[in-house]
């Protein structure tokens, strides 16, 4: 049995609920799981793996999932990573691909990240505060476009992953 840390970080439960799914695989699979906010996230040094999920707000990540990236570099090079994003919203968007932003590519490259994944997000006009989001969120892009089949696939797959490597 395996610890895995499902780190998240959003804020408007989107990202929250995806990493829940993810950790449910993952329970499923026999690991032991801790979800948690990437913000009450001090110290990695007790589980094997690491997945950490950010929500997209103007193209950059959730600041509490840097700076969990920024101040465990050293610990979680000698671990397993996985990162995710979370927020096209719209038609294709369960199919799109956005890029990492570059100083979190810089991170994830110092701690050897795995390939980073895209999950579609959900814009609900209801959560979001403000005048241009809400604006935002009523547009086409308004909906949930959480791919869940998807995200249950990539989730046992970076469970499988975590078997083999503690295996070898
Ligand atoms: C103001 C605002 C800016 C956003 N910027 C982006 C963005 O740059 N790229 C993107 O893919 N999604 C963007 N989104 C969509 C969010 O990432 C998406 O709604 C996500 O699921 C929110 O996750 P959360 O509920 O965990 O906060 C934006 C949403 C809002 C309201």
Redesign the pocket.
Known sequence: MTAVLVA???????????AEVVSQELRALGHTVDTRDAADVADVSEYSAVVVGS??????W?PSAVRLLQRNVAALRERQVWLF?????GPGASL?H?SLPASVALLAASVDAERTT?F?????PT??R?I??RL??RGP?AGD??DWPRIRTWARDVGHHVSADVSL
């Open positions: 998240h970080a959003g804020k408007t439960g989107g990202t929250r609920e995806i929500a997209l707000y103007y193209s950059r959730r994003h979370s927020g096209p919203c799109a956005v895209t579609g997000g959900r814009l609900d959560l979001v403000g241009l989001p935002m969120a892009r476009f959480r």
